[in-house]
C-alpha cells in the first residue's frame, strides 16, 4: 500500500534534516553548542552571579582586581571575541546549508515546471488527436505551452532587481 505522499514529504525533509545535524564537524558541533548556551538565560544569570562576585570580592580586602576592574574588562573582551566568532561560524554552517535548500528548492521547482509544461503539451496534444478544437485565446496559455527558458528568466529577474 503506498504511504500518504504528505508522511513521505515530512520523512524527507526530517531526513535531510537529521544529516545535515549528524554531519557537522566536531567544531561545528563546539560553535552550535557554544551559541545555543549563550543565547540563552543561564547565560545571563551565569553573567549576573559572575560580575556580581567580581564586583563584591574586589570591594573586599581580598581584592585581586581592584577597581576599574582592568582584569574583568580584559577577560569581557576576550569573550567577546570569541563568542562572535563562534556565532559567526554557526551563522556560516546556517547559511551554507540554507543556500544547499534553496538550490534543492530551485531544482524541484524547475522540474516542477518542466512537468507542468509537458502536461499542457500533453492534453493540447489530446485535445487535437479526439479532433476537439483547442483554441488557445489567451497569449499566456500559447507561452505557457513551450518549454520556459530559465536562463533568460534568470536574467530579467536580475535586470529588474538591480537598482539603476
Known amino acids: 500500500m503506498a504511504q500518504d505522499p504528505l508522511i513521505e514529504n515530512v520523512k524527507a525533509v526530517v531526513d535531510l534534516e537529521r544529516h545535515a545535524v549528524e554531519h557537522r564537524s566536531m567544531l561545528d558541533r563546539v560553535a552550535d553548542g557554544v551559541t545555543a548556551f549563550a543565547g540563552s538565560s543561564a547565560f545571563v544569570l551565569v553573567h549576573i552571579a559572575w560580575f556580581s562576585a567580581w564586583v563584591f570580592v574586589n570591594r573586599t580586602s581580598y581584592a585581586f582586581d581592584p577597581f576599574p576592574f582592568s582584569l574583568l574588562n580584559v577577560l569581557v573582551s576576550v569573550e567577546a571575541i570569541f563568542l562572535a566568532t563562534f556565532v559567526l561560524m554557526t551563522q556560516n554552517r546556517m547559511s551554507r546549508q540554507a543556500d544547499r535548500r534553496a538550490h534543492l528548492d530551485l531544482q ?57
Open 108 to 164: 524541484v521547482n524547475l522540474i516542477a515546471e518542466q512537468e507542468l509544461t509537458a502536461i499542457l503539451q500533453m492534453v493540447y496534444a489530446l485535445c487535437r488527436k479526439a479532433g476537439t478544437t483547442a483554441r488557445i485565446a489567451d497569449a499566456r496559455v500559447q507561452k505557457l505551452l513551450q518549454k520556459t527558458d530559465v536562463i533568460q528568466l534568470a536574467m530579467t529577474l536580475e535586470k529588474e532587481l538591480t537598482p539603476d
